[in-house]
């Protein structure tokens, strides 16, 4: 072949071109028709911009309907920092801002330049984000803004919504309080979806729940976000909205908990607790009183009525964050800190209010009877040498049997008791029946346990803590203090209420629940609720029971119901109360705590049968069960009951004391 | 394959009818060329006239003067026999070079790079002329050597490409000396090279490109934009990717004129001149742009024929080299907006926005448009 032949050479040069243009056109069909959509989605990601319209939140709703936690809309005058410096010098920026001072004064928002300049300062917002400068500011003031732009340059504004609290601090417990998401907590949450399927997102500067209800029910609390996806062109002009979704509010949470019994408990707390702290008690010592909390449930569901602590936070104060001053105030109040709910993380001997448990665990083992009976001398001995306990005050009580022996809290039987099951985990057993050996699994965060020893226990403690126990020997002496709720037993406020919740519905122990069902969004409280706005409702969880005969547990209500009446220890706080329109039944409980002043326990239920309210109280430093806690209880259950006879605070202390 | 001589042919032929060869105009090329012109204004002004009003004119106008301009050159260059102009090709060469020197010296420097006469509202590329320029020159020297080139010729014809390579190289403007480079090839290898000389050729060429790539003749900025079409990661990615995300965002039938967001948001840099392709085919999809790619095909194929039918060498050598300026622009610059090809600023034929480059083009098609139309003459 010649392969100098132009014609040949010609024909090769015919070959490449041919094959240029081939490469050219697959190349072209494997970007336009194979590789099209991953590519122009990543076109799109070029430019277009997502900016999300956080939604509002879900509304928490009490047991009536009425509202606890609702939203408004605030406005608020934002600069965008980043730029604000770096386009103006610092005269200019001053007049800037003592243009805008001057704004929002004459439309009614008084402000100082320097206010605005600290604001602006405010170093939890990064340079990214627009920050607020004025809150709350009128229409007028936004629509200046918005008008007059060229004299606000970098100045905007938006609209959030944020929580409102019509009835201001109470329930602030339950309540919780919401802020601005981490980083680090972006990274860890799991998206729920709304009722539409549609997954609720989180962006950098979203709202989240952070204690309390808030956080417990964020899944459903938080709103749809809404989107504008803005088109820009290349020099980072905004072009056109290319897609809006409205941003949908979350759904609605209905509470167990009733506000007027909440508010009153709160009330009953902190009131008994000031009188505490003014007034010698009977043995003539003023109580340091600095903090208590109440639990009140529904025996028939476990559903939370109230739940009271004090002291407490506001969460109003949580909207706009919390300066660390005022954190620093919040965690020394008294000496104690407002930031823990007590009622549900405080730890506490329940002292005689335990007796209860001791009581069903001699009958249910056949220890005693109900008509057994001991001399109470005022003490009572174990061992030898010969270890001495005694009643409080050493009182001579004669013959004791289990109803008397409840209703004036003779601790020399229950002494009695606790020695002759010693060697035998009967108490501990029936404790944890009682749901002591465990937290309840309250639908709301940080809940402490509690614990109920038994000896082997007591042996790993001193292994595994050799520095705080010494000795792991169990003895007598233990089952005997164990019996009448000291020493190696700590509860909570809330697995007291919730035990005396499951004797008196017969035995049921239910995990304890603050809210109720889940609302559709924006639901009309003003008509009843209809089937259909309801999305969701936690039905009562039974999570145990405690085995009684009717004999056992007949004999052991008689003695609590002897206890707010007559020579009951808690008949004091009951003076003037109608027992037969509204029969209580309780137990006093008044526990040693070690170089402090006794802590006031009370636990009880009403009416007597039937009931519908079981409920305890706890005290610290706060003296005799009946005076302190005791008072508190009725004064709440005043509310339950319709009845408002005399002032429990003003009731003369007589009877037995504990 | 041509028996004749050219001053004989020329002699005898063009004195008995003068206006005979309009009747063998070539009417594809015509049409292609015209259809490839308006879509490249339409496309220019698509892409240069921003998303929101007031819209800019000014790219629009200024092409379709470019276009009026170069279709009065081609009007030139396809009327006077290409047998004489055969007897300005060094004129022009000499010409062209001293633009090239001069540019050097009175250009405006953009980019780093001075290639540019700035007169007032136009600015002039000597650097588009000298392809027509080098084309002419080869065209003469290979002609005359009618098929036997040896060692000897093939390296007066390199010493004749090398020089305004070499001034080219000062501006520097890597995109028009590889098509110089082209161009060079493809005449000597039609012309007659010798398979062992071209193997030879190509060695050193083989050695030159990585001993440029990685040597220090270039700037690291050069160096990435050559690969980054390999590392699509670095930097000098941006544009490809911005690129590649338009044309892929046309799809099959395209976003419509004015409605490619990539294009008419100005996402896609240099849109109106090296990426004037990706406007295209956003706008007009996998449909439109295989349009514009087959009316290419259609006029490098119609260039190729006249390459063939040429009555002389003169003629087949001119067309082979406007034929090796015209696919490498196509395929270096339709390659680099797809991502297979290295970054190097080369106007596409025809599309691109830009004065010189638009009448350097319609020049050389011109010049075909000559020969096929004299080719019985």
Known sequence: MDTDSPRLRLSILFVVVAACFVVLFGRLWYLQVMAAPALAESAEQTRIQEVFIEAPRGRIIDVKGRVIVDNRTSLIVTIDRKKFKSDFKSSKQDELLAKLADMLTANGAPTKVSTLKARLDDQRYSDFQQVPVATDVTDEVIHTIAERNDEFPTMSYERKTVRVYPYGAAAGNILGYTGRITAELKDKLVTANDPDGIPKTYQINSTIGLAGIEKQYEQYLRGTPGVERIEFDSKGRRVRVAEYQEPKAGSDVQLHIDMDVQLRAEQALSERLAVLRNTPQRDGAIRRAPAGSMVALDPQTGGVIALATYPTYDPREFINGLSQERYDQLQNVNGVSALIDRSISGAYAPGSTFKLVTAVAAMNNGLITRVDSLYDPGFYEVGNPPQRFTNAGEQVNGMVDVIRGLSISSDVFFYWLGARMDGTTLIQDTAASFGFDKATGIDLPNESPGYVLTPAEKRELVRKYPESYQDGNWYTGDNVQLAIGQNVIVVTPLQLARAYAAFANGGTLYKPHVAWRILRPDTDLNQPIRSSDVLETFQPEVVGTISMSPETRDAIAAGLAGATVGAGTAASAFGGWDMNAFPVAGKTGTAQVVNRADTSLFGAWAPFTNPRIAIAAVMEESGFGAEAAGAAVRRTLEVVANQRLTDAADAPTVGNKD | ?377
């Not at chain 2, 012109?37 to 929101?52: D, E, N, Q």
Request: charged fraction near 10%; proline fraction near 3%; include cysteine.
């Open chain 2, 1 to 377: 394959m041509f028996p004749r001589s050219i001053s004989s042919a020329s002699s005898r032929r063009s004195a008995r009818n003068a206006a005979e060869p309009l009747r063998h105009i070539d009417p594809w090329l015509v049409m292609a060329t015209a259809a490839l012109s308006l879509i490249g204004i339409i496309t220019v002004y698509s892409a240069t006239r921003g998303a929101i009003p007031p819209y800019n004119n000014n790219f629009l106008f200024r092409q379709i003067i470019f276009v009026f301009l170069g279709t009065g050159v081609l009007t030139l260059f396809a009327i006077v026999d290409y047998r004489k102009l055969h007897d300005w090709a060094w004129f022009f060469y000499g010409a062209t070079t001293v633009l090239l020197v001069l540019v050097l010296v009175l250009g405006t420097e953009v980019n780093g790079a001075r290639s540019w006469f700035s007169l007032g509202f136009i600015q002039i590329q000597p650097a588009e002329f000298s392809k027509l320029s080098l084309i002419g020159a080869l065209a003469f020297l290979l002609s005359d050597f009618r098929g036997d080139v040896d060692g000897r010729r093939l390296l007066t014809c390199l010493a004749v490409a090398a020089i305004p390579m070499a001034i080219i190289m000062g501006q520097p403007d890597l995109g028009t000396n590889l098509v110089l480079g082209v161009i060079t090839l493809a005449m000597v290898v039609v012309g007659g090279a010798k398979a062992k000389h071209l193997a030879i050729l190509g060695v050193v060429a083989v050695i030159a490109v990585v001993g440029v790539l990685n040597s220090s003749a270039l700037a690291e900025y050069q160096r990435n934009r050559l690969t980054a079409f390999v590392d699509p990661t670095t930097q000098s990615a941006y544009n490809i990717n911005r690129s590649q995300e338009a044309i892929a965002n046309g799809g099959i039938t395209g976003t419509g004129l004015f409605d490619g967001p990539q294009t008419n948001l100005d996402w896609v840099p240099e849109q109106q001149t090296d990426f004037i392709f990706t406007a295209a085919a956003e706008q007009f999809g996998l449909l439109g742009s295989s349009i514009v790619l087959g009316l290419y095909a259609l006029l490098c194929y119609r260039i190729w024929r006249t390459a063939q039918l040429a009555r002389d060498w003169f003629g087949t050598l001119l067309c082979v080299g406007v034929l090796a300026m015209f696919v490498f622009s196509i395929f270096q610059n339709v390659g680099m907006a797809m991502g297979i090809m290295p970054i190097t600023g080369i106007p596409l034929h025809l599309m691109s926005y830009g004065g010189s480059s638009t009448v350097t083009a319609l020049a050389a098609i011109g010049l075909v448009l000559n020969v096929h139309a004299r080719r019985f003459l």
